[in-house]
């Protein structure tokens, strides 16, 4: 069983910065693709950054130059470094990682819970 679990979502100011993290935790033999995507109200899912094995990152143009997404092997946990938010950012932001749990095991897409994000004055 994987379970991914995501913090760090809350209520902020325009301009202001949140840091989220999100760890995987139970029977995992590893773990390629990590990201954030969100699902703003009213509209789709849509990828804010992923972030491969080998540190290669990815980042939609509306958070480019704003958000950082890093990782922790170790701790096999991925972090998204929110900066300048605009209440367009607004959403909820789902954690998403590629695991096998088994070394050699097909890998398979799993799913944080999500965490709130609002930008509002």
């Known amino acids: 069983q994987v379970q991914l679990v995501e913090s760090g979502g809350g209520s902020v100011q325009p301009g202001g910065s949140l840091t989220l993290a999100c760890v995987a935790s139970?029977?995992?033999?590893?773990?390629?693709?990590m990201g954030w995507y969100r699902r703003a109200p009213g509209k789709e899912r849509e990828l804010v950054a992923t972030?491969?094995?080998?540190?290669?990152?990815n980042y939609a143009d509306s958070v480019k130059g704003r958000f950082t997404i890093s990782r922790d092997h170790a701790k096999n946990t991925v972090y998204l470094q929110m900066n300048s938010l605009k209440p367009e950012d607004t959403a909820v932001y789902y954690c998403?990682?590629?695991?096998?749990?088994?070394?050699?095991?097909?890998?398979?897409?799993?799913w944080g819970q999500g965490t709130q994000v609002t930008v509002s004055s």
């Open positions: 972030i491969t094995g080998g540190g290669n990152t």
């Open positions: 139970g029977t995992i033999g590893s773990i390629s693709v």
């Open positions: 998403h990682a590629k695991i096998r749990t088994t070394y050699f095991g097909p890998a398979y897409d799993y």
